[in-house]
């Protein structure tokens, strides 16, 4: 079946450090890949996106590149802020599927 | 102006009992779910729903009954609430033809004593 694998958190941090949260997914059929984060208190919210190989989402200085050679989606921001704490989850869609499957998030503390 | 919005945000009960969780959504998306969070943020989609009908049913205790009256607005109905359901649920939706960008209320987190 579908499944999406990330790095065991927590994951602690200074600012300014920088940031990856690894990625890994298995699909049936040809994925789109997404990054969510969940904000303290909050529902989800939709980070970035690609939809085909090689395709690099980004959005708020973070970003991820769909590897379909590696099957990963690592998500990266060269200069994290204590606002980026949050909970991140990687998720994919199958095309045809009718829902995401998602990986099991990692949360994210970042410390002044 | 609340795009996804859940009612009741908390919500306190004793085992046995049958409660409801009400998600309403202003964005005219055709597409809406609810997930279950349990205490390891771990998601898990429960049901969907397509323009009122449903089209996902996951593995889910027949004890949770959804219902959507009209395609904005999906009900959870919980039955013989155990300590097991003690989670936060979320609705979701979508637009149509993007049912990957999803737009999720604030959740509702539900403890069962």
């Known amino acids: 079946g579908d499944s999406v694998t990330q790095m065991e958190g927590p994951v602690t941090l200074s600012e300014e450090a920088f940031l990856t949260i690894n990625c890994t997914y298995t699909?049936?059929?040809?994925?789109?890949l997404f990054w969510y984060v969940q904000y303290p208190g909050e529902g989800l919210q939709l980070l970035l996106k690609?939809?085909?190989?090689?395709d690099k989402g980004s959005n708020k200085g973070f970003e991820a590149t769909y590897r379909k050679e590696t099957t990963s989606f690592h998500l990266e921001k060269g200069s994290v802020q204590v606002s980026d704490s949050a909970v991140y989850f990687c998720?994919?869609?199958?095309?045809?599927?009718?829902?995401?499957?998602f990986g099991q998030g990692t949360r994210l503390t970042i410390n002044p | 102006d609340t795009a996804v919005s859940q009612t009741p945000k908390y919500l306190v009960t004793q085992m046995g009992n049958d409660k409801s969780i009400k998600c309403e959504q202003n964005?005219?998306?055709?597409?809406m779910y609810w997930y279950k969070q349990d205490s390891k943020k771990f998601l898990k989609i429960m049901f969907s729903y397509n323009n009122k009908e449903l089209i996902i049913n996951e593995t889910v205790p027949n004890r949770f009954s959804p219902k959507s009256p009209d395609k904005a607005h999906l009900n959870l109905h919980i039955n013989s609430l155990e300590l097991g359901d003690s989670a936060v649920y979320f609705c979701a939706s979508s637009p149509p033809g993007q049912l990957y960008e999803q737009y999720f209320g604030p959740g509702t987190r539900l403890t069962v004593t």
């Open positions: 998720a994919l869609k199958v095309q045809g599927a009718q829902k995401l499957v």
């Open positions: 964005l005219g998306h055709d597409t």
């Open positions: 690609a939809t085909k190989a090689d």
């Open positions: 699909a049936t059929g040809y994925p789109s």
